[in-house]
């Protein structure tokens, strides 16, 4: 892998270096102004010229950094002969005093890349008239609270999802429905329910249009569903003869005190609505009504003549109500946990088709790295001369043992933060107090290259095995310039050194009379929130060199 990042950064170098030559004649980036004061507009101007077919995709959002974007202009377009000029300006500010540099943009044609030139721009303070404006004292330093982190956005989102699968689930599930006229009818008991039929047949006008047929059918049904839940379980599917001879056979048994008399009257209305259903019989009106009251009185006659529930029967029946009322109940729990299951897959999918499958199982398992990234940064400055940074956490400063006949020659500050076993950001800032006779003091840069070795050696110590680096070219955005070293390695998990994952580390290093300071950054690998931590924090780098 080691041998692979070497071989791709020096081809993305030369391909860099490559690039002004291939596109000096197409692309050009300007300035109105390399001076300005602070808040004043500036407008940064890029001209394309490019074949009439060729696309290009000019820089979108805050690609200016250290200077801030604050508006976009149109594009406008000029047509050459075979060629169109496109000019795309952007208004930009700074509210710091300093030199800056503008970094290189990109810019797409017909899918190549090209690069304009980095340009330097110096941002002015305002004089002020102390004879107008008074002076005070400078303030004292005031602890800066760490900004709140957006979790109760994610508890907010929470609770709408649970609350709205919540009411669905009571809304289609628990809620006690109204019943419907039907529904209503099927509860009464078989008693009421015959009552209620022949009510309803009475309110019918079949009788006044001579619909004998649809008459009868509704008038023994009415007696036949009474006599099959309280007497023949078979009444409704049994003609005429077989329910007669059935109800004969139960009352010769003892099992119903039904007299012949009554059992001849319900058989001479079942065998005349036989002959009006199937022979089109069209009986007398009178005979009809009388029919229906014959029926409403054996009904009655059915009632009195059952025999009386036991209290075995009854306990076996609330016993019944009570395992139904049981399997309801389960029925509407399993149909609540499919219920939730169903909503919360389909959250799930949906959110992992807009933000991808594993940023949702790494937001519902709260993924340290994660929280890392997403967390409230703070920006603060560490050292003399400071470093400006911005990290996830407050780095925190740590004792450094210095040799007793080197107090009085350097001074050594340093201040880390570390997440166990997969992230550190540690900054030293080292001043050596030379004499101003001293000739044979070393170079800056003699100073980065040792204190380099030494932090590989220090990783190395630390258990860190297989360390492959590489060193680079560093600017800060506000144009300090250092030494990048990159690289893999494999460093231990565990006490006893057995343990090993794959990790990278960066280490930026500056400079210069008599003071150097590093920046060392060791992060897991192949992790993409840690990527995006690592990259945040070097593009927050600002050096504040020290004055003489």
Known sequence: MGTIKTISIGLIAFTFLLLPFISFSQVKATIDSTSIKIGQQITYKIEVETDTVNSVVFPVGQTFMPLEMIEAYKTDTTKQQAKYKLIKKYGLTQFDSGQYVIPKQKIIIAGKQYLTDSLLV??????????????????????????ASDWWKYVLLALVIVSLIGFLIYWFVWRKK???EEE??????PYDRAKLALQK?????????????????????????????KVYDRALESTTDELITRLEVLSDGNQIELTKDHIKKIESVLKRADLVKFAKSAPDVELAKIDRTVIDQEID????????????????????????EKKEFRQKVWVTIAAIIFMLGLTFAAFSYRYGFNYVVDTIF??????????????SD????????????????????????????????????????????DITSTVVKSSPDQEDAPSPETNVLKAIEDNLKAIEADGGRNIISNKDKFKTPNGAEGVKTSGTFDYPIDDDKEDYVNGQFVILSFANK??????????????????????RVLASVELNQKED
């Open 122 to 147: 110096k941002v002015n303070n305002i004089v002020v008239d102390t004879t107008k404006q008074k002076l005070y004292n400078i303030k004292p330093m005031i602890a800066v609270e760490k900004p």
């Open 178 to 180: 109204p019943l419907t």
């Open 184 to 189: 209503q009818i099927a509860l009464l008991p």
């Open 201 to 229: 047949l009475d309110e019918s006008n079949y009788l006044a249009y001579d619909k004998y047929k649809e008459y009868y059918s509704e008038l023994t049904l009415a007696i036949r569903k009474y006599l099959d839940e």
């Open 301 to 324: 006659y059915v009632k009195e003549a059952l025999p009386e529930a036991s209290e075995e029967e009854k306990l076996l029946d609330l016993e019944y109500k009570k395992q139904q």
């Open 366 to 379: 709260q993924k340290d790295t994660k929280q890392l990234l997403e967390g409230g940064w703070v920006d």
């Open 382 to 425: 560490y050292g003399f001369p400071p470093i400006t940074i911005s990290t996830p956490e407050v780095l925190k400063r740590e004792e450094v043992a210095i040799p007793d006949d080197l107090i009085d020659k350097i001074k050594i500050s340093s201040f880390k933060y570390e997440l166990e076993d997969k992230f550190t950001v």
């Open 514 to 535: 008599d003071v150097t300071q590093q920046i060392l950054i060791t992060y897991l690998k192949d992790d993409i929130y840690l990527d995006q931590v690592v990259e």
